[in-house]
């Protein structure tokens, strides 16, 4: 058997390994959530329930009343919400940020950026306090609205960081030659360095609403009804004081990976290209 033979197995057994490890607890989650209570709890667990039981979904989509189940689709709907809004506004803003930290040349750009990038990379939990006391100012407590505000706080820098390293990339003759054709700032920026970002922004796009989409801490600190609950707040609620259902939960959990994944497999061919041509530069 040859070296590189010997290499090709290796990388394949490898990479089989890394997928079990990957995949073990999406396959748990799948088989949790249609099998019984009961059943979840015996040893050993059996990955193929012998009996399906569909009940967990019915409540959740079908489900009437005020119980978690049925808040889970009120939680669905302000968690696109939110994560739209944020990805819309951060995007926004960051697309025209990172074109300025990329192309203009003003006083202290190096350092306007890392201030962005150090409100990024601060612990949430250290900026609870404040953000509960403005918010509660300003009456936006309990609100979509004000998560957005929140999200897009800490969304925008890491746009702001994404792009600006993508947009340098790209050669600045192409916007020169625009501008000597004519072109204003803007109409450069939207006519040939965003289509040129194309595979950064899709990326960006997708990164901005997972972050949006999965916050936990904000959301449970800020939200305290299901007008205004997230889905990771929403799936916390299905813990109870004295017993948890681990297969509505499971369920909870794979309908709340959805979006993210049809996302992910719709922008995938962008992904790997925006990130290694713009996230790795410095």
Same mark, same amino acid.
């Given at each position: ?11 394949? =057994? ?5 997928? &079990? ?13 249609? *099998?019984?209570? /009961?059943? &979840? ?11 399906? !039981? ?6 959740? %989509?079908?489900?009437?009343? !005020?119980?978690?189940?049925?808040? %889970? ?6 968690? /696109?919400?939110?994560? =739209? ?10 697309? #025209?940020?990172?074109? +300025?930290?990329?192309? #203009?040349? %003003? ?19 250290? &900026?609870?306090?404040?953000?509960? &006391?403005? @918010? ?18 800490? $969304? /925008? ?28 700032? @803007? ?42 609950? *997230? ?7 299905? /813990? ?20 993210? $994944?049809?996302? +992910? ?18």
């Amino acid at each position: 058997m040859s070296a590189s033979l010997k290499y090709r197995i290796f990388i394949h =057994v490898a990479a089989l390994l890394v997928a &079990l490890v990957i995949l073990a607890p999406f396959a748990w989650m799948a088989t949790a959530s249609i *099998t019984e209570p /009961t059943a &979840l709890i015996t040893r050993p667990y059996h990955w193929i329930p012998s009996h399906l !039981d569909f009940s967990r979904y019915k409540a959740i %989509f079908a489900g009437h009343g !005020d119980d978690v189940a049925s808040a %889970f689709r009120a939680s669905l709907v302000n968690s /696109t919400i939110v994560a =739209v809004g944020t990805v819309v506004i951060s995007m926004s803003v960051g697309v #025209l940020g990172a074109y +300025a930290f990329a192309m #203009l040349r %003003f006083r202290l750009r190096r350092v306007t950026m890392m201030v962005f990038l150090t409100t990024y990379m601060l612990p949430p939990i250290a &900026l609870l306090v404040p953000l509960y &006391l403005i @918010m509660s100012s300003l009456g936006l407590l309990d609100s979509d609205l004000g998560l957005i505000i929140i999200y897009c706080s800490y $969304v /925008t820098p890491f746009v702001l960081w994404i792009l600006s390293n993508y947009f340098s990339t790209i050669p600045a003759e192409l916007e020169e030659a625009a501008r000597v054709d004519g072109c204003s700032r @803007m109409g450069a920026l939207f006519r040939i360095m965003l289509p040129a970002a194309r595979p950064g922004l899709f990326a960006t796009i997708m990164f901005a609403f997972i972050l949006a989409w999965d916050e936990f801490l904000y959301a449970l600190i800020f939200t305290s009804s299901s007008a205004s609950k *997230t889905i990771p707040v929403a799936i916390a609620d299905f /813990t109870g004081r004295y017993s948890t259902d681990f297969g509505l939960v499971a369920a909870g959990g794979l309908i709340a990976s959805v979006p993210p $994944v049809l996302l +992910a497999v719709a922008f995938q061919k962008f992904v790997v290209g925006g990130l290694s041509a713009g996230a790795v530069k410095g």
